[in-house]
């Protein structure tokens, strides 16, 4: 009898933890897909059938013709944001409703991770947006400008010194040792050179922060996602406690230095330093980063300069920005590279184009004349139409809320608080309603002529609404410097060792070229 109440209450738990679940958008008259128990539709990442931009457009292609459509991230019902005019209500119009991430990580357990613009929610995070938007502006940018070139001419400077005609390089962790010196000198206020020094702490830390390769990186994030009450329990945080102490540290001892010695230096922590002694950050004209650009939505936020900042709370949004640019934005210039390397005549005329800036301008590059580069911007914008750095972005229902119907087939769909909704980037981008033959590369759908025909909401590389990627104006920059520096002394080709046609891995959680991205540079006689 015993072992027989064991099973029946077994069989009980196992179909409301477990099976229940997985009819919740079926129940609601929503198409959904058909998930495994436990792990939802994240099998096909999980068991390597699909890379997780792959795994974006199949979700969104799963049921044609509809607004939106469920998946399940392991046992999470998600529901698929598909339609851009439905996307612009949630993310726009009823911003107030949507106004915040999943959380997956315990404040308590984790709070580098927690106290971070991105992971912030409700009034915590319109204060520091509100707190935050004036160092990203584009007159910041401007006068931070200096960092950025120095890092790049830096880089291809390195290269140069090699005095080679080809040079093979692994483009990835290339790349990721530019960002990383970008993101060090810009936001943390620290030189490194991270081609010279390639064991430097702060590349190390920032490969073990941003690296899901490994398994137990990977075994944590699922956890995350599927036992958080379990990871609070165990005490897990989303980082290493190794990284945690070196950035807690790093900034700390830096404040320290720049406050007693009364160091200026044009840079992020410069910016963060300010707010937290109430000064207003003024706001000048200066050329707009491209037309990838986000716009900052002040009406939304409503939130209040924050003037108590901790050395905690400047950390965290340090090591968020490292975190973000770290990985992401050396993805996109891995994928802009194979795009050029495969687009001869594109990389040509873009080289056209810098060759002759670089002479108009005596041999130096400012920040106006990168800005005014018309095919440059092109160029860039169609690598993040078709690569965009995050394929995919999440909401939360903050408040409960219908979509009302609009086609025939279409009842209300009634959203509790703590629903998840999901924006498919990547797909939206490689949609053929929204971008003729996407898979196609052709920066012509920038031009001037052709730019005004994208439909609103479906060209969105750095998300949508108020709580779209506050860095977009620096990430855009940081690319245009490199591609400048980069193109004006190289030609960028294939090798024996480059993947053509490119193929998405499956192994690697973070977007990547299965075999690695592997590119020659070839030193052109003369610039």
């Given at each position: ?14 179909w409301?933890r477990l ?10 008259g929503?198409?959904q897909s ?12 999980l068991f390597?059938?699909?890379s ?9 292609n799963m049921?044609?013709g ?12 998600t529901l698929v944001i598909?339609d851009?005019?439905l996307?612009?209500?949630?993310t726009v ?10 959380t997956f990580v315990?404040p308590d ?6 106290g971070?613009l991105?992971a912030?929610r409700?009034r915590?995070w319109k204060?520091?947006r ?14 931070m400008?200096h960092l ?7 880089f291809?400077?390195?290269?140069l010194?090699?005095n080679?005609?080809?040079i093979?390089v692994e483009?990835?962790d290339?790349y990721?040792r530019?960002t ?12 490194v050179d991270?081609l010279?020094?390639?064991?430097n702490d702060f ?5 073990l ?5 490994s ?5 944590r ?8 009450k ?5 005490k897990?945080?989303f980082?290493d406690?190794?990284?945690?102490t ?11 230095v720049?406050?007693e010695k009364?160091i200026?230096r044009?840079?992020?922590l410069?910016l963060l330093l300010?707010a937290?002694?109430g000064i ?5 004209d ?11 939505y002040t009406?939304s936020?409503?939130g209040?300069?924050?003037t108590d900042l901790?050395?905690?709370?400047i950390a ?12 992401t934005i050396?993805?996109?210039m891995?994928?802009?590279s194979y795009e050029?390397?495969v ?9 056209s184009?810098?060759?002759?800036v670089?002479r108009?301008n005596?041999g ?6 990168l800005?005014?580069m018309?095919?440059?911007?092109q160029v860039?914008s169609?690598i993040?139409?078709k690569?965009?750095?995050a ?5 939360v229902a903050t408040?409960?809320?219908t ?10 769909v009634?959203?509790k ?11 939206y ?6 971008f003729?033959n996407p898979t196609k590369f052709?920066?012509?759908r920038f031009s001037?002529?052709?730019?005004g025909?994208?439909k ?6 750095f ?5 779209n990627c506050i ?6 920059l940081?690319?245009k ?7 004006l ?5 294939p ?10 891995c499956?192994k690697?959680?973070n977007?990547s070229?299965?075999g690695?991205?592997?590119?020659g540079?070839k030193r052109?006689t003369?610039?």
């Amino acid at each position: 009898m015993l072992w027989l109440i064991l099973s029946i209450t077994l069989a009980v738990l196992i179909w409301f933890r477990l099976l229940k679940p997985m009819n919740h958008f079926t129940k609601m008259g929503i198409p959904q897909s058909k998930p495994w128990p436990i792990v939802g539709d994240q099998w096909r990442t999980l068991f390597r059938k699909m890379s997780f931009l792959e795994s974006i457009e199949y979700y969104y292609n799963m049921f044609p013709g509809t607004r939106y459509s469920g998946f399940y991230q392991f046992s999470i019902p998600t529901l698929v944001i598909k339609d851009p005019e439905l996307l612009k209500q949630i993310t726009v119009k009823d911003f107030d409703h949507f106004s915040d991430h999943r959380t997956f990580v315990d404040p308590d357990v984790d709070p580098l991770w927690a106290g971070n613009l991105f992971a912030l929610r409700g009034r915590k995070w319109k204060d520091m947006r509100a707190t935050l938007s004036g160092s990203f502006t584009s007159s910041k940018m401007k006068n931070m400008f200096h960092l950025i070139n120095g890092a790049a001419e830096n880089f291809v400077k390195f290269f140069l010194n090699k005095n080679e005609k080809l040079i093979e390089v692994e483009m990835k962790d290339t790349y990721t040792r530019f960002t990383n010196d970008i993101i060090a000198t810009t936001a943390f206020g620290i030189e490194v050179d991270s081609l010279k020094y390639p064991n430097n702490d702060f590349y190390l830390m920032g490969k073990l922060t941003t690296d899901f390769s490994s398994l137990s990186r990977r075994l944590r994030f699922f956890a995350f996602m599927i036992m958080p009450k379990l990871t609070k329990l165990l005490k897990i945080g989303f980082f290493d406690k190794a990284v945690s102490t070196f950035f807690y540290t790093t900034i700390k001892e830096t404040i320290q230095v720049r406050e007693e010695k009364r160091i200026v230096r044009h840079d992020m922590l410069n910016l963060l330093l300010e707010a937290r002694k109430g000064i207003q950050q003024e706001y000048s004209d200066a050329i707009e980063t491209g037309f990838a650009t986000v716009k900052e939505y002040t009406q939304s936020g409503k939130g209040r300069q924050l003037t108590d900042l901790t050395d905690a709370d400047i950390a965290s949004q340090a090591m968020i920005f490292f975190f973000a640019g770290f990985d992401t934005i050396s993805t996109a210039m891995c994928f802009g590279s194979y795009e050029l390397a495969v687009n001869k005549e594109i990389q040509n005329k873009l080289r056209s184009e810098i060759v002759e800036v670089h002479r108009l301008n005596g041999g130096k590059l400012t920040y106006d004349s990168l800005l005014k580069m018309s095919y440059m911007d092109q160029v860039i914008s169609e690598i993040l139409r078709k690569w965009p750095p995050a394929g995919a972005v999440d909401r939360v229902a903050t408040q409960p809320y219908t979509i009302e119907p609009v086609n025939a087939d279409e009842k209300p769909v009634h959203l509790k608080i703590g629903d998840v909704v999901w924006i498919p980037i990547f797909a939206y981008h490689r949609d053929p309603e929204n971008f003729e033959n996407p898979t196609k590369f052709d920066p012509e759908r920038f031009s001037d002529e052709n730019k005004g025909n994208i439909k609103p909401y479906t060209y969105l590389p750095f998300g949508a609404g108020p709580r779209n990627c506050i860095g977009s104006r620096f990430a855009l920059l940081e690319i245009k410097a490199l591609f400048y520096h980069l193109l004006l002394n190289f030609e960028i080709e294939p090798t024996k060792t480059t993947a053509i046609p490119l193929k998405l891995c499956t192994k690697s959680f973070n977007p990547s070229a299965a075999g690695g991205f592997w590119f020659g540079l070839k030193r052109l006689t003369s610039a």
